[in-house]
C-alpha cells in the first residue's frame, strides 16, 4: 500500500480553466497523482477522479482499483468511460473515473 500526500489543487492555486479548474484534491504517492472534484448530479454527488502516472503511460486495471480503494473507498462503485467519438477528449494520457454515490448499485454487473 502506498502512502497518499496531498498537495494543491488547481482550484486552491487558482489555475487551470473549465473542469481543471474545479479540482479541489490532489494526492501524490511517488508513482501517480490522482486530483478530484465534486459533481452534483440527478443522481446524487458524483466524484470525478483523475489518474496519472509519472511516466504517462498506461495504467492497468488492478491499479486504478487500488487507488480507487485506498482514496475513495473500498465499497464506492466507480465507472470508466469510454465516450461517443464526437464528445472524445484526448489531450493528455489521464484516466477519468467516476465514483458514484454511496450505497448506489448498478443495474448490471457481472456477479
Keep these: 500500500m ?3 500526500i496531498g498537495m494543491p489543487s488547481p482550484k486552491s492555486r487558482h489555475i487551470g480553466t473549465g473542469w481543471v479548474a474545479e479540482l479541489d484534491r490532489a494526492y501524490v504517492d511517488g508513482e501517480y497523482a490522482v486530483m478530484t472534484r465534486k459533481i452534483e448530479t440527478e443522481w446524487g454527488q458524483v466524484i470525478h477522479a483523475c ?3 509519472t511516466d504517462s503511460t498506461d ?3 488492478a491499479e486504478k482499483q487500488r487507488i480507487k480503494n485506498e482514496l ?3 465499497e464506492r462503485i466507480a465507472i470508466e468511460v469510454f465516450p461517443k467519438e464526437s464528445e472524445l477528449v ?3 494520457n489521464m484516466y477519468h473515473l467516476w465514483v458514484l454515490p454511496a ?4 443495474p448490471f ?3
Design 72 to 74: 475513495l473507498g473500498k
Design 103 to 106: 450505497g448506489m448499485k448498478l
Design 2 to 4: 502506498n502512502k497518499w
Design 90 to 92: 484526448d489531450a493528455a
Design 51 to 53: 489518474i496519472r502516472n
Design 109 to 111: 454487473g457481472i456477479r
Design 59 to 61: 495504467i492497468p486495471w
